[in-house]
Every structure is written in structure tokens, then in C-alpha cells.
């Protein structure tokens, strides 16, 4: 099993900047790739960006370049920094953990609001 715990979202000016994190624990050993994903009221959730283990990453076309997926492997931390955010950006964004048996995991999900 494994556990996720969200961190840093919030209220954000369009154009700024905002970092969110994910702690994992439990059985980390096995987690193969980790990564967000987003879900706007009214919409299905949808992949923002992966990371492996070994640092291959898959962004989704609508924030590469702006958003960037970095990992930890030594803290079973992931990070998803944030620029140049626009109000479409707004949603609950969700880390997601997948393991090697292939068995996914999700955090509870973290609010991050851009104002226009």
C-alpha cells in the first residue's frame, strides 16, 4: 500500500507562479512512476504530468513548457511547479502513484485557483 499527502495549493494571480508537492509513504520501494493529474468542476480528470524513477517524464501538451515534474526518489517526494499559470489551470490536482504490480494510488487532491 501506499499513501499520498498533497501539499501547497492555493489562490494564484493569472501569470504567476505556484508550486505543489506529494509525499508518498508505505511500500515506496515499489512505486514505479509518479505524477499529477487535474479535474476541473465539470470535467473528467485529466493526465498534467508523469514522472518515472528514472527521470522520464510525459507532459501533457497544454503545459509543457510552463509546468515542470521533478521527483526525488530518495524522499518519495514529487513536485509540479507551476508558471505562467492561466484561469484554466483551475482545478484539484491529484497525485498519483503507480506500482510496479501495477496497482495505482491516489492523493486526496489539492485546490489551486488561478484568478483572471
Known amino acids: 500500500q501506499v499513501q499520498l499527502v498533497e501539499s501547497g495549493g492555493g489562490l494564484v494571480q493569472a501569470g504567476g507562479s505556484l508550486k505543489v508537492s506529494c509525499a508518498a509513504s508505505?511500500?515506496?520501494?515499489?512505486?514505479?512512476?509518479m505524477g499529477w493529474y487535474r479535474q476541473a468542476v465539470g470535467k473528467q480528470r485529466e493526465l498534467v504530468a508523469t514522472?518515472?524513477?528514472?527521470?522520464?517524464?510525459n507532459i501533457a501538451v497544454s503545459v509543457k513548457g510552463r509546468f515542470t515534474i521533478s521527483r526525488d526518489n530518495a524522499k518519495n517526494t514529487v513536485d509540479l511547479q507551476m508558471n505562467s499559470l492561466k484561469p484554466e489551470a483551475t482545478a484539484v490536482y491529484y497525485c498519483?502513484?503507480?506500482?510496479?504490480?501495477?496497482?495505482?494510488?491516489w492523493g486526496q487532491g489539492t485546490q489551486v485557483t488561478v484568478s483572471s
Open positions: 498519483w502513484a503507480l506500482r510496479l504490480y501495477g496497482d495505482e494510488y
Open positions: 508505505g511500500s515506496t520501494g515499489s512505486i514505479n512512476r
Open positions: 514522472i518515472s524513477s528514472g527521470g522520464s517524464t
